[in-house]
């Protein structure tokens, strides 16, 4: 099973991100997938996730800024994040909803300079 997180980088506040994920190894369409980050310092949190249904929930924190999608022809999961804000610098993973333990991938690291 790999689920790996892409498409991190450095952006000013107010700016957009688009992060993608790669999944194998696991009945994609029929997976609930979750977004999680990792501040620098902190620990690992919760973001958003999407449904096998197409249904995406959302921390309250990055509610109507982040939009997860997915598009289960290419195995993918999507989480478009705009109007970043400095606390929302972190390394970025994905995973399935909950996450399986042992398959967190590395992550791209996203940093929003203020």
């Known amino acids: 099973v790999q689920l790996q997180a892409s498409g991190g980088g450095l952006v000013q506040a107010g700016g957009s991100l688009r992060l993608s994920c790669q999944a194998s190894g696991i009945d994609f369409s029929n997976s609930h997938l979750g977004w999680y980050r990792q501040p620098p310092g902190k620990e690992r949190e919760y973001v958003a996730s999407?449904?096998?249904?197409?249904?995406?929930i959302y921390v309250e924190s990055v509610k109507g800024r982040f939009t997860a999608s997915r598009e289960n022809a290419k195995n993918t999961t999507y989480l478009q994040m705009n109007s970043l804000k400095p606390e929302d610098t972190a390394v970025y993973f994905c995973?399935?909803?909950?996450?399986?333990?042992?398959?967190w991938g590395q992550g791209t690291l996203v940093t929003v300079s203020s």
């Open positions: 999407i449904t096998r249904g197409g249904y995406p």
């Open positions: 995973n399935t909803s909950p996450p399986l333990s042992g398959t």
